[in-house]
C-alpha cells in the first residue's frame, strides 16, 4: 500500500508553513532554513570568487597598478574570511541541517526553532563584514588578524573590530547547528538504526558537530579578548604589560586546525554516500571508514602548532608536532583506500557527481602529499608564506571539500527539486572548474618554492615569477566560468531539468524513500532499518511504523545506541521569535563595538526574546498564589 | 541493482504502531536534556580555554599576581562559595520534586532558587570590589576578570532562567514537559556550580601557590 491522500492532506495541514512572508521568516522547516543557508553560502562564494579574480588580475603582470597595497589587503583578508567563516563551515553545516533528517527518515530536527535562529544570525554576520565592506571598513589583515598588528596600536579603527565580531557571529550561530545536529542523529534515528547501522554520512556530520562544539570556543573567546584588549584596555596581547600575542596564536589555531577537519570530515560524508551509490556495493571497509573519522577528529587537536613553527616555539614541541601532522595522514590515507577499494570492486557508473569525486581524489592526494611535506617545521620554515602553502590549503580545501560539496549537490539536486541536473552540462561544468582549478593552482607550487611570498600586492619583473602567475590566472579565469556553467545549469534544471522521481540514482539511505522535492512532513510513516544500506534490503518495499501523530508536530525519539523507540515528542511550530532573539543579539553584537555597556543594555531585549520563544502554550494554572480567578 | 529513475515511491508495509509510546520522557531519554548537555559542553570549553589562557599568561610572568598587586581578597569569595555549594541543597531538593512530579515542591523551591542567585549576586559584587587588581593594570587583571566576568554572565543567565521557568511554574498547569525542564535547570545550576570551583581555585589560590 501507499500513504492514502487523506493522511498527506492532514500531514500537510499540520506541517505546511503559512503563505508570502510571514511564512517565510517563521519557518522552522529545516529543508527551506537550509536551502537559504546554502543559496547565501553559494552566493557568497561567487563574491569571494570575483574578489580571487580580481587579485589575480592584479599579479599577472609584474607591477600592476591595478590594486594598490591597501586594496589587495582588504580583498584577501575578505576573501580568506568569507570563503573560511561564512562559505565553508556554513554550508556544511547547511547540509547537514538539508539531508539528517532525511536521512533519518524522521520530520525535522530536535530543536527546528534553533535552526531558524542559526540562519538569521548566520546572515547578521554576513551583512556585518559586507555591510562594513561597502562602507569602506573592510578587515584588512588576512583571515586570522594576530596582534599586535590587530590590537590598538596598530590597527585604529573599526577594520579589525568588524572581523572579530563577524566571527562572533557565524560561531555562534554554527554551535547552534551543531549542538541540534548532535541531538538529532543521537537522539532521533529510526527504529533499527543502531549505532553500528548509521551511514557514513551521518558518523561525519555528528563528529563534525562535536569538533565544532570543541573549538569554536576557542575563536569565540580569543576574538573577545582582542576586542576587550582594542575597547576596554585589557591587555591579553599587549607584552609591555605582561600579555603574549602568542597566546593569540595559539588560541586561534587551536580552533583554527580543527576548522580544516570540520570542513573536511562532513565531505568525506559526501563522498562516502556517493561512492556506495555509484559503485553499486555498501561501501568497503565502513567500520575503517567511521574509525578514520574519530582518529582524524581527535588528531586534528593536536596539530593547531604546526601553523606556528615560524614562531621560534622549543624544538621538542615543533618535533611533537610534525609527528601529529605526519600521523593524520594515516586515517586519511586508510579512508582513500576504502573509497578506491568499494569503486575498484563496484559496477562503477560515471554520472556527474561521481566524476566529482574521481576529481576530488586525484586533487585531494596531491594537497595531502604538500601537506606532510609542510608538516615537517624544518621544510615549513622555508615554505611558509609563500605561495607553496597558497596552493597547498588550496589544494586541500577546494580539492577536498568543495569538490565532494559540489558532487553533493548535483548528486542531491533532484532529492531537493524533484528535477535532474543536465549531464552534459555537468560534464562541462567539472572539466572547467577541475582543469582551471589544476590550472591555476598547481603552479603556485613552484612559485612558492621560487620564493614568492604569498599576501604581496605586486612583484619586480626580474624576479621570474611573471609567466606562472600568468598561466595561475589563466587557471582561475577558466575555473570560474566552469563555476558559471555549474551555476546555469542548476537554474536552468529547476525549470527545465527532467522529472527525477523518488529515487533517480537507486541511492542506498532513506532520503530516496520520500518524494522529490520531500514534502514539508519528509515521511508519511517512520521507516524501519535492518542495514547499513536500507534502501537496497527489498527493492520493493519499505517496512515502516505507524503512530506518530499526523494532526499535531510530532517525531520519534529514540535510544542514543540501540535506536530504540522511547517515547514521542512535540515539535516546534513556526515562530518569529528565533528571528526576533538574533535580531536582539546581532544589535547587541554590532553595538559593542563601539561600547562595552551594550552587553549589559542587551541582556534585556535577549532575555526577552528567549522568553517569548521558549514560553510554552498550556493552560492557566488552577493551584497555587498566582492561579487564574474567575 | 538497475536504474529507478522516474519509478514512483516503493510501497509501504506496516509492520508496527508507535502510538503507545509515552509523550514524554525524563533525565537522558528526554531530547532536550542532550541539547542541554551540549551547551554545557560549549560552556565548558569556553571556561577551559579561558583558564588556559589564564595559566599560560602565569607561565610567562616571573611575578604572580604580576605588577606588584595583592592577591585577591579571601573573604567575600569564600563566602560566595560556601553559598554556591550550599545552594545545592535547595537545587537538589528541587531536582528530586521535579522528578517525584511534586507540584507545590517544584514550584516553590524553583522560587527559593529565583532568590538564592540574587544574594549570590550580592557576595559576587563585593568579589569584584576586592580583586585588588583592574583589568586594565595588567595582563593579570585582565585575566582574572575575564574568568570572573565569564562565570557572572553563566549566573546572571542561569539566574533570568530559573525565574521565567518559576514565573511560568506559577501562572499556567505544569506538565511532564515542565517537570522535565525543572530538571535540566536544576542540573544546569549543578554545572554552574561546578565550573565556578576551579575558577575558584585558579583566581584566589593560583596567585598564592605561585
Redesign the interface.
Known amino acids: 500500500?501507499?500513504?492514502d491522500p487523506a493522511r498527506m492532506d492532514a500531514l500537510d495541514a499540520t506541517w505546511k508553513d503559512k503563505p508570502g512572508l510571514w511564512g517565510f521568516l517563521t519557518t522552522v522547516d529545516h529543508k527551506r532554513i537550509a536551502a537559504r543557508y546554502i543559496v547565501t553560502a553559494l552566493l557568497l562564494m561567487f563574491l569571494a570568487g570575483v574578489l580571487a579574480l580580481d587579485m589575480r588580475w592584479q599579479l599577472s603582470v609584474a607591477e600592476n597598478t591595478r590594486m594598490g597595497p591597501q586594496l589587495y589587503n582588504e580583498s584577501f583578508s575578505l576573501h580568506g574570511s568569507t570563503m573560511l567563516f561564512l562559505v565553508s563551515v556554513p554550508v556544511m553545516e547547511a547540509m547537514a541541517l538539508w539531508l539528517v533528517p532525511l536521512m533519518l527518515g524522521t520530520r525535522n530536527m530536535?530543536?527546528p526553532r534553533?535552526s531558524a535562529f542559526s540562519y538569521w544570525l548566520y546572515l547578521g554576520g554576513v551583512l556585518t563584514l559586507w555591510i562594513a565592506h561597502a562602507l569602506d571598513i573592510t578587515p584588512d589583515l588576512g583571515w586570522f588578524e594576530y596582534p599586535p598588528l590587530s590590537g590598538p596600536s596598530y590597527s585604529p579603527g573599526h577594520r579589525a573590530d568588524i572581523w572579530a565580531q563577524m566571527i562572533t557571529f557565524t560561531e555562534v550561530a554554527a554551535?547552534a547547528a551543531?549542538?541540534?545536529v548532535?541531538?538529532t542523529i543521537?537522539?532521533?534515528r529510526p527504529?533499527g538504526m543502531t549505532l553500528a547501522r548509521m551511514p557514513v554520512f551521518l558518523w561525519a556530520m555528528l563528529i563534525a558537530s562535536l569538533m565544532t562544539?570543541?573549538s569554536?570556543?576557542?575563536i569565540?573567546?580569543v576574538t573577545s579578548?582582542l576586542i576587550?584588549?582594542r575597547l576596554?584596555?585589557?591587555?591579553?596581547f599587549?607584552p609591555a604589560?605582561?600579555?603574549?600575542v602568542l597566546?593569540f596564536q595559539?588560541?586561534f589555531w587551536?580552533f583554527g586546525h580543527p576548522e580544516v577537519y570540520i570542513i573536511f570530515i562532513p565531505a568525506t560524508g559526501f563522498v562516502s554516500s556517493i561512492v556506495e551509490t555509484f559503485s553499486?556495493r555498501p561501501l568497503f571497509g565502513h567500520n575503517v571508514l567511521v574509525l578514520a573519522i574519530l582518529a582524524i577528529a581527535a588528531l586534528a587537536f593536536g596539530l593547531w602548532v604546526h601553523h606556528m613553527f615560524a614562531v621560534g616555539l622549543p624544538r621538542l614541541g615543533n618535533d611533537f608536532y610534525t609527528g601529529a601532522s605526519m600521523a593524520i595522514a594515516l586515517p586519511a590515507g586508510l579512508q582513500i583506500f576504502c573509497w578506491i577499494a568499494s569503486i575498484w570492486s563496484g559496477r562503477v557508473v560515471l554520472h556527474t557527481p561521481m566524476l566529482w569525486i574521481i576529481g576530488f581524489l586525484a586533487t585531494f592526494v596531491i594537497g595531502g602529499l604538500s601537506g606532510v611535506m609542510t608538516a615537517s617545521a624544518s621544510l615549513d620554515l622555508q615554505l611558509t608564506d609563500t605561495y607553496f602553502v597558497v596552493a597547498h590549503f588550496h589544494y586541500v580545501l577546494v580539492g577536498g571539500a568543495m569538490f565532494p560539496l559540489f558532487g553533493a549537490f548535483c548528486y542531491w539536486y533532484p532529492k531537493a527539486t524533484g528535477r535532474l541536473m543536465s549531464e552534459r552540462w555537468g560534464r562541462v561544468a567539472f572539466a572547467l572548474i577541475v582543469g582551471g582549478f589544476n590550472l591555476g593552482f598547481f603552479p603556485m607550487h613552484v612559485l612558492g618554492l621560487m620564493g614568492m611570498p604569498r599576501r604581496v600586492y605586486t612583484y619586480p619583473a626580474e624576479m621570474g615569477w611573471e609567466w606562472l602567475n600568468q598561466v595561475a590566472t589563466a587557471g582561475s579565469v577558466i575555473a570560474v566560468l566552469g563555476g558559471l556553467v555549474f551555476v546555469g545549469n542548476a537554474l536552468a534544471s529547476y525549470w527545465r531539468g527532467a522529472?527525477?522521481?523518488?529515487?533517480?540514482?537507486?541511492g542506498s539511505t532513506l532520503e530516496w524513500?520520500?518524494?522529490s522535492p520531500p514534502p514539508a512532513w519528509n515521511f508519511?510513516?517512520?521507516p524501519?532499518v535492518s542495514s547499513l544500506t536500507p534502501m537496497?534490503e527489498d527493492?520493493?518495499?519499505?517496512?515502516?511504523?505507524?503512530?506518530?501523530?499526523v494532526d499535531r508536530r510530532e517525531v520519534?525519539?529514540t535510544?542514543?545506541t540501540d535506536a530504540v523507540?522511547?517515547?514521542?515528542?512535540?515539535s516546534a511550530s513556526p515562530s518569529i521569535w528565533p528571528l526576533v532573539a538574533a535580531a536582539a543579539v546581532s544589535a547587541m553584537f554590532i553595538a559593542s563595538i563601539f561600547t562595552p555597556w551594550a552587553i549589559a543594555a542587551g541582556?534585556l531585549p535577549i532575555?526577552a526574546a528567549l522568553?517569548g520563544w521558549?514560553?510554552?502554550t498550556?493552560?492557566?494554572?488552577?493551584?497555587?498564589?498566582?492561579r487564574?480567578r474567575s | 541493482m538497475t536504474s529507478t529513475l522516474g519509478k514512483p515511491p516503493r510501497e509501504i508495509e506496516i509492520v508496527g504502531n508507535l502510538s503507545n509510546l509515552p509523550a514524554s520522557a525524563r533525565g537522558p531519554r528526554n531530547l532536550v536534556w542532550w541539547g542541554n548537555i551540549g551547551f554545557m559542553l560549549i560552556e565548558g570549553t569556553g571556561f577551559a580555554l579561558a583558564a588556559a589562557a589564564y595559566l599560560y599568561l602565569m607561565t610567562q610572568s616571573s611575578e604572580w599576581p604580576a605588577g606588584g598587586a595583592q592577591p585577591p581578597g579571601l573573604f567575600w569569595s569564600g563566602l560566595f562559595t560556601a553559598g554556591m555549594l550550599l545552594s545545592q541543597l535547595p537545587n537538589l531538593w528541587v531536582l528530586r520534586c521535579a522528578r517525584n512530579k511534586n507540584v507545590a515542591g517544584t514550584r516553590i523551591g524553583t522560587l527559593a532558587m529565583s532568590v538564592i542567585p540574587l544574594l549570590l549576586m550580592a557576595a559576587r559584587a563585593m568579589e569584584f570590589r576586592h580583586l585588588g587588581v583592574a583589568w586594565y593594570d595588567s595582563a593579570y587583571g585582565s585575566a582574572v576578570w575575564l574568568l570572573l566576568v565569564l562565570h557572572t554572565t553563566h549566573l546572571i543567565t542561569e539566574w533570568g532562567e530559573t525565574v521565567v521557568i518559576g514565573t511560568w511554574l506559577l501562572t499556567h498547569e505544569v506538565g511532564d514537559d515542565q517537570f522535565a525542564d525543572v530538571e535540566d535547570n536544576s542540573n544546569y545550576w549543578t554545572f554552574v556550580v561546578l565550573c565556578w570551583l576551579p575558577v575558584y581555585a585558579l583566581v584566589y589560590w593560583a596567585p598564592r601557590a605561585a
Open positions: 500500500m501507499t500513504p530536535a530543536f534553533l554551535l551543531s549542538v541540534n548532535a541531538a543521537l537522539k532521533m527504529p562544539i570543541l569554536m570556543p576557542a569565540m573567546l579578548m576587550s584588549d576596554v584596555s585589557t591587555h591579553f599587549a604589560a605582561g600579555g603574549d597566546l595559539h588560541l587551536f553499486r522529472p527525477s522521481g523518488p529515487d533517480p540514482w537507486g524513500a520520500c518524494p508519511a510513516y517512520t524501519r537496497w527493492a520493493s518495499r519499505i517496512a515502516v511504523f505507524d503512530g506518530i501523530a520519534l525519539v535510544s542514543v523507540p522511547v517515547y514521542r515528542q512535540k541582556l532575555g522568553t521558549f514560553w510554552p498550556r493552560a492557566r494554572a488552577t493551584s497555587g498564589p498566582l487564574a
